[in-house]
Structures are given as C-alpha cells and as structure tokens.
C-alpha cells in the first residue's frame, strides 16, 4: 500500500511517501527550488518521492494533505470578527489568496496533480488530516514505542497551538488541546520578532543567543505576559500582542513593558538583547516540564514522543530528558510542518485504513535516521563536478576516508556529501560542513568565513555513540541533534577570574573546553550521536579523527550559507564549495580541494552567492 503525504502552502512544503508503513522517502521542497521554507506546492519533492520508487500519483492508494483548509478560514474568520475593526488591513490582505486558492485546497491540489505525469487522480482518495493529529502520527508512529503520550507544540494549526494524545499499537487519538491564540510558538515567535530575527526561521538565534544573558525578565513576562498554570497549561494577554489581526508579532504595550522597541535586523545585539533572549528560553523551558510533569501524573504514560516547531527546541528538550519524568522520550526529527507529511500519511495508514503498526526491535525508529532524500551515484556525481568544470580526485573507499580525516586534523573545513540527503532542519552527516572541535579559532571562522552568519551561533558535536558519555552528560542516543547536554566536567577548562567575569558576546572567545569549537558559553552542546549501523561513512570518518587526535568528536553544520537552503545536489554543493571559503570537498569518492580549482570561476561563484 503506497500513501503520499504532502505539507504545503504556509512554510517549509514536503513530501513523504509510505509504502505499507514504512517511511521510504521525504524531502523538502526548498532543497530542490533552492527557494529557503519554500511554501509553495512541492511539485520535485512529490516527484522525488515516486521516482524513489518507480510509480506515479495514479498508482497510490490515497493521498493524504496536513491540514484542513475549512477549519483554518473558520479561524481565521472568527478571529478577525472577534477583534474587529482592529486588523482591517491584515483581513484585506488575506482574504483574496483565501478566496482564490486556499478556501478551495482540495480543487488546487488536483490541479497541481494533473501536471505530474500519471497524475490525474480519483479525488476520492485525496484525505485532509488536521494539522496537529499530522504532528501527533508523525511523532508516535515512527517512534520505538508500543505506547506512549505524544505532545505536540507549535504556533497554530486549523486553532489547535498544542495538544496531548495517547498513542497504543495503530490506534492515536487527541486527549486535550490549546487552542489560539495561547500559543507557545507563538510566544516564542513574538520574542523572536522583538529581538530583530526573521519569524519561523530567526528562532534557533534567540535559542542560540540565550546562554549569552540572564533571565531578568522572566518573571516579568510570567507577571504581564504569560499566565502559567502548574500543568503547564497558559494564558496569554494579547493586548501585548498584534499577531491575531495585525502585520506585526508584538505591538508598543509590548516594547513599552521593555523599554526597548523592537530591535532592527542591523542593530548591534546587546546585553538587553542576550537577557531578553535567556528569559524567554527559561519561560518555554518552565512551560515544557510543567507540561511533561502533568503528562506523566495524568495518563501514567513511561514514554513520551514530541513533535511540532517548539519540539526543535533542544535545550527545552534536554531539560525535560534530564528530569527523567519519562523513561525514555523520542522527538519527530522533522519536528516541524515539513514533518506534517510523514505523520498525515502515517495517520491515513494506521487510523484510516487501519493497519497494523510495526515495532522495530532493539528500540530503532521508523525515520531511518532521517536520510530519506535524493542520493547520487559515482557516475552521477562525477558527470555533474565536469559540467561544473571543477577539478577533482576520484579516492577508493579507505584513501577518501584517510584523506578527509587528515584535512580535519589540520584544521581545514570540509563540505561533505554522501549518501541520502536528511528530511528536516538538521545536517546529520549526508550533506554536513565539518571541522576540528579542538580548534579555538573554528567556530568564529566558520562563522564568518564560511557560513557568513552571526559570531555568536554555536556548532553542533557528531560523536561517536559508543564514546557520547565520555564526552557529554548523555548516556543514551541523539541521532537527531535534538538533545542538549554539557560537556563532562573532567573535558571542561576551568576560566580565570577575569574570563568568569565577562558578560555578554565577550565570553565568546573564550576556550571552555578540549572541544572549545562545539561547547556553548554555559558548558552545553547540541549532541548529534552518530551509529556504525546508520551512517556507516560518517562513523568511519569520525572513527579515523579518532586515531589521529584520540578524540570521536567533529564540529557538524548544515552544508550551505546564509539564506540558503541545505544543499540537495553535486552540483549545489560544488556551488556552495566555491562561494566560500570551505577548504576541501568531499561528494561520493570525489575529493576536491580549493587550491586547485580554478581562480576564475572562484570568483563568478562568490559573485553568484551575493546576487542572492
């Protein structure tokens, strides 16, 4: 039985495809239009995902939609009506594109469908999921779990912000939800928009630049804001508020609690800035384990799954596995609405048509470790390195993996592509920049010279699993990098007297540990735990930098720059390669190395990277 899910239309648009439960295949629209949180239909991830496995639309069984348009335009309606006549302008603005396309989804999806080659199908089988039951399946279903609570956060569905369902065998359903506008991702959003970041793509910064401040305006936010229950259920006030009606996150009630307005994109960050980012992470992370303790005491669940945007919060997500409230918790690594089109299709499997659920033994996932994406052939990459004109090596397996180790241990940066390419925000090893955590100097220059993206934005640790607790207070699997935890304390470095005293941005540049390149100011790191079983070449690579520096640690970032999606393609990454200062590329057995490229097309890829 073959199922098509698709999420689209609002941000980050994907495909997913099941063939009889199993997750064989999903992608993100954005990595095949280079278009970054693509909204649009994802036309090359629905046809990446049937070339995948040699069919057509013609030839699914259903396809499944994340969301259910009616129920969202009833929100909306009700919404705009409630707060009338604030918010005139923003309903003049959407109410056209409601009338025209999204009111009438089911008719534009068939449209879109009849492009596609064997696509004119029965609209009987299209289904339409509701946007946080999708969020639920796709956290419950791929987990290892016989049983478990699933708990879903993000900004907003059709008026669902959050939810809990009991997942049992195949069978999930909705126990309890909050509705708009009480939305911890919209809260977070808001602080998000307050502090000059792009809103649903700026929230990883304010998550990064917290440990940077103090949570002084915590309580002040729990006081005026927010009214936090002690289940972990809220209120929010939302005369501080102008997302309801307006075209903005936060109004001048908002600024005026402060005392600062709202920060401008160019604006230097500072001490304020870093405080206000620290106090909203204290108010998700208070809110997160709230939430979990009252899970726990209600349902009596041992097992907790998370999905939704606010589950890609991985501090949050540490704390909550370090308070053992659960015996074991599992996050959909596609946490956001680009997972939405695994779980609507693994909710028409299971729920719809009532299919049995497969358990996978030794407590593996059904994601696949999340390399679900297009791969490449020898000869496919090296037909696309000459049409790019790029100079290269074609290294057997153990020359490629020697060669590209010793580049690291001297301290150079590598874009390396192998394999599958991962479904959701996480570069886990397939299409990775990578670097030497021992280095004091990596993290600015990547940074800067590489990723051309604010100084302060930390660097994620691919470890070995059978050596994570020797490193970092983890003693269980991260494969998804979304889970915080600190280095151990016999790694750190103690600081002086006059570094303990720095403040803000200034503790940047100071060395915290044997692996200064990936441990955060407050001793953290974001933990991507890396299998023999699943990604054999990146275990091999990390197992050589282990022989040669006695440390099982490489700096792991997503392959690409600012404003630019996470390369799909050889040649995506030789373009990425060239307008950077990424010192040598690794794509299958092609080993590049910058110096030997030439100058001149050096330099008309840099020029094409400041076009965009």
Sequence with gaps: MRILGISAYYHDSAAALIVDGDVVAAAQEERFTRRKHDPSFPANAISYCLQNVGCTPRDLDAIAFYDKPFLKFERLLETYMSFAPAGFSSFRKAMPLWLREKLFQKDLLLREFRKIDGGDIDPKRLLFSEHHFAHAASAFFPSPFTDAAVLTMDGVGEWTTSSLAIGSGNDLAIEKELRFPHSLGLLYSAFTYYLGFKVNSGEYKVMGLAPYGEPKFAQAILDSIVDVKQDGTFWL?????????????????????????????????????????????????????????????????????????????????????????????????????????????????????????????????????????????????????????????????????????????????????????????????????????????????????????????????????????????????????????????????????????????????????????????????????????????????????????????????????????????????????????????????????????DHGLKLNYEHAFELD
């Excluded at 620290?278 to 349902?299: D, P």
């Excluded at 690291?408 to 920049?433: D, N």
């Excluded at 100097?441 to 010279?449: A, F, I, P, T, Y």
């Excluded at 404003?563 to 990424?582: N, Y």
């Design 237 to 597: 006030d939302q005369t501080y508020f102008d997302y309801c009606t307006g075209l903005t996150m936060t109004n001048d009630r908002f600024s005026n609690l402060f005392g600062q307005p709202v920060r401008k994109p160019d604006q230097l960050l500072t001490q304020f800035h870093m405080d206000m980012a620290a106090s909203i992470q204290a108010v998700t992370e208070e809110i997160v384990l709230k939430l979990g303790r009252s899970i726990r005491a209600e349902t009596g669940a041992r097992h907790l799954c998370l999905a939704g945007g606010v589950a890609l919060n991985c501090v949050a997500n540490g704390k909550l596995l370090k308070e053992r409230i659960f015996e074991d918790i599992w996050i959909q690594p596609a946490a956001g609405d680009a997972g939405g089109a695994v779980g609507t299709a693994l909710a028409a499997y299971h729920v719809n048509m009532g299919q049995p659920r497969r358990i996978r033994p030794n407590r593996q996932d059904g994601m696949s470790g999340g390399y679900l994406g297009p791969e490449f052939s020898q000869d496919g990459i090296e037909q696309e390195l000459k049409v790019a004109k790029a100079c290269f090596t074609t290294l057997s397996d153990d020359e490629l993996i020697n060669a590209t180790a010793q580049a690291l241990a001297e301290g150079k940066a590598v874009g390396w592509m192998q394999g599958r390419m991962e479904f959701g925000p996480r570069a886990l090893g397939a299409r990775s920049i990578l670097g030497d955590p021992r280095s004091a100097s990596m993290q600015k220059m990547l940074n800067l010279k590489v990723k051309y993206r604010e100084s302060f934005r930390p660097f994620a640790p691919s470890v070995l699993r059978e050596d994570v607790s020797e490193w970092f207070e983890l003693d269980c699997a991260s494969p998804y990098m979304l889970l915080v935890a600190d280095v151990v304390a016999s790694r750190r470095r103690q600081m002086t007297a006059s570094e303990a005293s720095l403040f803000g941005i200034d503790k940047l540049n100071v060395p915290r540990s044997e692996i200064p390149a990936v441990t955060h100011v407050d001793y953290s790191a974001r933990i991507q735990t890396v299998d023999r079983e699943v990604n054999a070449p990146y275990h091999a690579l990390i197992s050589r930098f282990k022989a040669l520096t006695g440390c099982p640690v490489l700096v792991n970032t997503s392959f690409n720059v600012r404003g630019e999606p996470i390369v799909c393609t050889p040649t995506d990454a030789f373009r990425c390669f060239m307008g950077s200062e990424i010192e040598v590329l690794v794509v299958g057995n092609a080993y590049l190395k910058k110096e030997e490229q």
